[in-house]
């Protein structure tokens, strides 16, 4: 860990104002996308932000400087933007089961390149923002996150069968969106 990060997070854990804001300069971009992709409108990941914000700070004691602090604190935004769903119940857990082949779990949404670079991070990131709540958070948890299904269900208190249901049909209606969106695009051209 660089030195002058590790100064700014002991003075943080002793609540130095000054040292707060430059760590919020430092991460804020990564944190606020990850707000971005676990809510349903900027506005709303902006008030999950800085709620999350003041919680990673209220914690930051607990930090003990083993492992990376940009995950530690990405994974406390996670869980931060999981634990806002949860209370606003938009998380509904689905109990059907799919047994879907693990290789095709973890395809990539496009065939090749050119097709990929047809569509930007937003618009992805607002494809993502239309799924339901209960594929978006399995989706991005998965997919982005880099959460194994295990960790999801612990997470989200769902089976493992239902993390992979969902994140199967979120990428299935990922796809339908993505290629309405491409064949949208060339009709226009």
């Given at each position: ?41 900027y506005e709303d990941a902006q008030d ?142």
């Open positions: 860990m660089d030195e002058s990060l590790k100064i700014l997070i002991l003075q943080c854990q002793k609540n130095d104002r000054t040292a707060q804001a430059k760590i919020y300069q430092q991460f804020s971009a990564k944190l606020f996308s990850i707000c971005l992709r676990y809510s349903n409108s999950v932000f800085q709620e999350g914000f003041i919680h990673i700070f209220n914690k930051i004691n607990q930090f003990q400087f083993k492992g990376s602090f940009e995950g530690w604190m990405t994974r406390i935004m996670v869980n931060f933007c999981i634990e806002i769903h949860r209370k606003k119940n938009y998380l509904y857990v689905v109990n059907d089961e799919i047994t879907a082949d693990e290789d095709a779990l973890n395809e990539f949404f496009f065939e090749d390149e050119q097709e990929a670079e047809t569509l930007s991070y937003e618009e992805l990131l607002e494809f993502i923002r239309q799924l339901p709540d209960r594929y978006q958070q399995v989706f991005n948890l998965y997919a982005i996150e880099g959460y194994t299904h295990q960790q999801i269900a612990e997470l989200l208190r769902i089976s493992i069968g239902t993390s992979k249901s969902n994140f199967f049909r979120a990428r299935e209606k990922l796809m339908e969106s993505i290629k309405k969106n491409i064949s949208h695009k060339v009709v226009s051209k």
